[in-house]
């Protein structure tokens, strides 16, 4: 039985954009597949005209009801990493049974957290073992820890109204809580064959950042012990040449018999079990270690070449299977290619979110209320209860119609409405004036 991991860390400051721009893969990390990157899942729907994690969480803080001001210094998301040891993780995935599994996860956030307070949850495929990332906006309504204590101690004449909306990250994220937390979501996962770890270990995760730094170290490590032998190599030879010549010098100096009796000591003391022979095998040693040192780093380089190419062959794979789901969809739903050109400009000029433009794309009506922005005129228009729909033209083009009209005349009906208001002459009213 493997054991599922509940991480939980506060986030601190008025934005959490970076960890958003993480989540929603607007950046790519090094240790993600970019080929599988299209199997992660947002698991929960945001509301109408709210898009991305960002805009949710402060949707739930703007929306809650908080009469306090929020401080700087408070938490406004909690992040929760929800997951487990790898190779039960993906037997769960190999089995069919990884939505069930998300399914149960969101439901106990939601029961635990509170429903409105779960904002977001991303399921991500593209690393190594399938995760979920979570957002929770810690709002509650219960009375406040401290003033609670006071009031069973006697402290406090008076009881504060029990229903008042609160930010408060540590009356739902405390060393309780949190013990309690990993016991109930034990229950949960008990079906997938996951426990909890040991209470109270002190083993950690080990963060991405951590890991590739780690490596780092290691390899200038060893690097740096290399170029050091390398060094201690030439200067060991340099040693040895220069006690080589001062035998040939010894040789040359004096008479015969003087020299042959220097020459016999020189030798002697270098060649004995002295300076030269523990040169020599100094030389020796550092040759084996440099021979070491030399197969590591070939080691290390055919396990990365081994790397690259299995995921070059994993992204061949990949873009062969993307070309023939291309191939496919052209062939039998030719109007999608088309959809493409309105499916931009419904996200990236009017701000639609996915939910709208999903059932847009089912060729229903869509009621749209709050404001519509105009390219042409630069400006928004005001939406109330306004109906919404594409519509293929004679050329098989797909156009947003804007209640019953184009919507560039929807605009332009506006733009006039808007100049009578301001008591400016439209063009309409323009082409009646007579000189």
Partial sequence: ???????????????????????????????????????????????????????????????????????????????????????DMMAIRDEGRLDDWCRDSIQWLQATYGKDNVVAAHLHMDEKTPHIHAAVVPIVTSERRKAKKEQENGKRKYRKKSDTVRLCADDLFNRQTLIAYHDNYARVMAQYGLQRGVRGSEARHTSTTQYYRDMKKKNDALD??????????????????????????????????????????????????????????????????????????????????????????????????????????KRYFPYVEKLMPTIKFLRDTLNFGDAVIRKLCTFKDVSIKGELYSREFNQHFRADKTICSLKEDKDGNFNLNIDGVSHVSWFRRKKDEFMQALGVPTRKQDKGIRL
């Fill in 1 to 87: 039985m493997g054991y599922f991991s509940l991480d939980i860390k506060k986030a601190k400051g008025s934005s959490d954009t970076v960890q958003s721009d993480h989540i929603e893969r607007r950046i790519i990390p090094k240790n993600a597949d970019p080929t599988r990157t299209h199997l992660n899942k947002v698991l929960i729907e945001y509301p109408d005209g709210v898009h991305g994690r960002d805009e949710a969480i402060a949707h739930r803080l703007n929306t809650a009801g908080i009469k306090r001001k929020i401080t700087h210094d408070q938490v406004r998301v909690v992040r929760v990493v929800l997951s487990g040891t790898h190779e």
């Fill in 224 to 329: 740096m012990e290399n170029k050091r032998l390398q060094e201690q190599k030439a200067e060991a030879e340099q040693e040895l040449k220069r006690a080589k010549k001062e035998v040939q010098t010894e040789k040359l100096k004096g008479a015969a018999t003087t020299a042959a009796t220097n020459i016999a000591e020189s030798v002697g003391s270098i060649f004995g079990g002295g300076k030269m022979k523990a040169l020599e095998r100094r030389n020796e040693d550092l040759q084996d270690r440099i021979l070491e040192l030399e197969e590591e780093a070939r080691q290390r380089k055919q396990q990365q070449a081994k790397q690259i190419q299995e995921i070059k062959t994993a992204y061949e794979r990949q873009n062969s299977k993307l070309s023939e789901f291309v191939d496919f969809v």
